[in-house]
């Protein structure tokens, strides 16, 4: 588990095709990797990514052809720029929101503009995530802990201060980047249950507007 608070940028240095799936290397930065461990998970642009090797400047890590298929891995380049968190402990301030590093899919951003000081952004979700997201919910984008400050349907927008531009890949996004979202976890859980055993019959488990008329949470 993570907090959405990043430590530090790394940089991809190698990727290497092992028979449908990749093995990353990562320059860590400043990131500390003194009690980083072999089996240790590093959330990596909110992808949470098993320590396999650890070389002198950073680490080694396997990517399944699941995650190729559901995060911007699939797109990284040697010398791209990434988010670094190490997993919390108990000890951990939670400055952010619970994060998993399990991400839910990729996102775009529409358009990024100033205001005062900071930035705002509008990025569009895939539209199964869209009932997830909410008017001051917590929402991760590259493993980055943000609150969401307006919902459009499935876009959007963010107000980034400057030191979380400064200490992320944030301030590199321009139009058309994509960028891996996890949903809060705790609308996730409270969707399954309300549900409740209809959970088990939903072809996809999602929320419907007929089941919620049928249950007494949303009228006609």
């Not at 799936?21 to 990596?44: C, E, H």
């Not at 400050?149 to 301030?171: C, K, S, W, Y």
Request: proline share 2%.
């Amino acid at each position: 588990m993570f907090t959405g608070i990043i430590e530090a940028i790394g940089e991809i240095a190698d990727l290497q095709p092992r028979g449908g799936d990749l093995r990353v290397r990562v320059r860590s930065g400043k990131l500390d990797l003194a009690d980083v461990q072999l089996g240790d998970s590093i959330a990596t642009n909110g992808v949470c990514l098993t320590v396999v090797e650890l070389p002198a400047d950073g680490y080694w890590a396997d990517v399944s052809a699941e995650t190729l298929d559901v995060t911007s891995v699939s797109s990284w380049k040697r010398g791209d720029r990434v988010n670094l968190e190490k997993a919390l402990t108990p000890q951990t301030r939670l400055g952010g929101h619970i994060v998993s590093g399990h991400v839910d899919g990729i996102g775009e951003v529409v358009w990024r503009k100033s205001e005062a000081r900071a930035e705002r952004f509008r990025l569009r979700a895939p539209d199964n995530l869209a009932r997830y997201i909410a008017h001051k919910g917590s929402i991760t984008v590259d493993g980055t802990s943000l609150t969401v400050n307006a919902v459009d349907g499935a876009e959007f927008e963010l107000t980034i201060v400057p030191h979380t531009l400064q200490e992320t890949i944030m301030r590199g996004y321009t139009a058309g980047t994509r960028v891996n979202l996890e949903v809060d976890l705790i609308a996730r859980y409270l969707e399954r249950l309300l549900l409740g055993e209809e959970a088990a019959k939903s072809s996809d488990g999602g929320m419907t507007l007929e089941f919620l008329a049928q249950n007494g949470f949303y009228k006609r």
